[in-house]
């Protein structure tokens, strides 16, 4: 494997940590990444204006480790936290990773071989794993610790069902890729603007931008996720207003698409998808008994339906249960 290769200089990887009062986690999460068998990395701290003990974990592992650096700014979010520490990174492959997750010890190794057997692919990403606090051996497939397989799996070899994939669920957790630097050079920054799911935005944006996605199944490259009550992705009106912004910002990235057929193809998936997500909005105001939340998603459903009797219908039904 790559990181057996003796007296060859091996890359450097930088592996990106926001961490907002994670102090708590931080600790082993930074102990694991001590455990990669590359050991030619640094790792960037970015303290995204904690009120807890992070920047005192963060600049314990700065003092006894050089490969650590410690950024803190002003509280601006997760992407904000990101892209700070994306811009000063020094490697030429970037790890993103959470301040509560893992990886397994050869994930950083084996993705780095994946680069060298496939010289063209800008992103190599492979399988998650959810594990709990309280039963850290434990490997789950999905977030609910089921045992639902819900990644697809695809790669560059056909981009369009790749874009199609992406338009259904988001490929994968944000620590299982690792991305060539050139990559974020070249389609910049996360968007600031998004609360939640701001790295399948830029993987739709890296798709449509024909970004080249390696996939390889290996468990030695599996991410690890941990799930708690405290999870952003647990946060059901958060996740959902955040996706239904991306969907409409695919919608914009589908009219640059260069082919006219594809694009009306992609448009009608999308449309769909967009008025799902939207629906679930509705259903999820409706039983919070947030009526003009509830009433707002019903009228922009019944656009994306091209039915306004079905707004009219709903509303009525819901004024006269209220009655």
């Given at each position: 494997?790559?990181?057996?290769?003796?007296?060859?200089?091996?890359?450097?990887?930088?592996?990106?940590?926001?961490?907002?009062?994670?102090?708590?986690?931080?600790?082993?999460?930074?102990?694991?990444?001590?455990?990669?068998?590359?050991?030619?990395?640094?790792?960037?701290?970015?303290?995204?204006?904690?009120?807890?003990?992070?920047?005192?974990?963060?600049?314990?592992?700065?003092?006894?480790?050089?490969?650590?650096?410690?950024?803190?700014?002003?509280?601006?979010?997760?992407?904000?936290?990101?892209?700070?520490?994306?811009?000063?990174?020094?490697?030429?492959?970037?790890?993103?990773?959470?301040?509560?997750d893992l990886l397994s010890p050869l994930k950083l190794a084996r993705q780095l071989e994946v680069f060298e057997q496939q010289p063209d692919t800008d992103i190599v990403y492979g399988e998650v794993r959810f594990f709990t606090t309280e039963n850290k051996a434990a490997r789950y497939l999905a977030l609910d610790c089921s045992s639902t397989h819900w990644m697809p799996g695809s790669s560059s070899a056909n981009q369009l069902q790749l874009i199609k994939d992406l338009f259904r669920v988001n490929l994968y957790a944000v620590n299982c890729p690792l991305i060539r630097k050139e990559v974020f050079e070249k389609i910049g920054n996360f968007d600031t603007a998004l609360r939640s799911v701001e790295d399948w935005d830029y993987w739709c944006r890296c798709a449509f931008a024909g970004i080249s996605?390696?996939?390889?199944?290996?468990?030695?490259?599996?991410?690890?996720?941990?799930?708690?009550?405290?999870?952003?992705?647990r946060n059901k009106t958060v996740m959902l207003e955040a996706a239904r912004t991306v969907r409409y910002k695919i919608m914009k990235l589908i009219k640059n698409y260069?082919?006219?057929?594809?694009?009306?193809?992609?448009?009608?998936?999308?449309?769909?998808?967009?008025?799902?997500?939207?629906?679930?909005?509705?259903?999820?105001?409706?039983?919070?008994?947030?009526?003009?939340?509830?009433?707002?998603?019903?009228?922009?459903f019944s656009r994306l339906k091209g039915d306004y009797k079905y707004f009219f219908r709903e509303a009525g039904r819901y004024f006269l249960a209220k009655a």
């Amino acid at each position: 494997m790559a990181h057996e290769n003796q007296g060859k200089q091996l890359p450097l990887v930088s592996v990106i940590v926001p961490a907002y009062n994670y102090g708590h986690l931080l600790h082993e999460t930074l102990e694991n990444l001590c455990e990669q068998t590359h050991k030619n990395w640094e790792c960037i701290i970015v303290d995204d204006g904690s009120q807890d003990n992070t920047a005192e974990i963060a600049k314990q592992w700065v003092n006894k480790d050089p490969r650590f650096l410690y950024i803190y700014q002003q509280n601006a979010g997760l992407s904000a936290a990101r892209n700070t520490g994306i811009h000063a990174a020094k490697g030429s492959f970037i790890q993103l990773q959470d301040a509560d997750d893992l990886l397994s010890p050869l994930k950083l190794a084996r993705q780095l071989e994946v680069f060298e057997q496939q010289p063209d692919t800008d992103i190599v990403y492979g399988e998650v794993r959810f594990f709990t606090t309280e039963n850290k051996a434990a490997r789950y497939l999905a977030l609910d610790c089921s045992s639902t397989h819900w990644m697809p799996g695809s790669s560059s070899a056909n981009q369009l069902q790749l874009i199609k994939d992406l338009f259904r669920v988001n490929l994968y957790a944000v620590n299982c890729p690792l991305i060539r630097k050139e990559v974020f050079e070249k389609i910049g920054n996360f968007d600031t603007a998004l609360r939640s799911v701001e790295d399948w935005d830029y993987w739709c944006r890296c798709a449509f931008a024909g970004i080249s996605f390696y996939f390889d199944p290996s468990p030695e490259a599996w991410a690890l996720v941990r799930t708690h009550e405290n999870s952003m992705s647990r946060n059901k009106t958060v996740m959902l207003e955040a996706a239904r912004t991306v969907r409409y910002k695919i919608m914009k990235l589908i009219k640059n698409y260069p082919e006219k057929a594809i694009a009306s193809e992609l448009e009608l998936l999308n449309r769909n998808q967009t008025a799902f997500t939207v629906q679930q909005l509705v259903k999820h105001y409706k039983e919070g008994g947030q009526g003009f939340l509830f009433l707002k998603r019903l009228f922009e459903f019944s656009r994306l339906k091209g039915d306004y009797k079905y707004f009219f219908r709903e509303a009525g039904r819901y004024f006269l249960a209220k009655a």
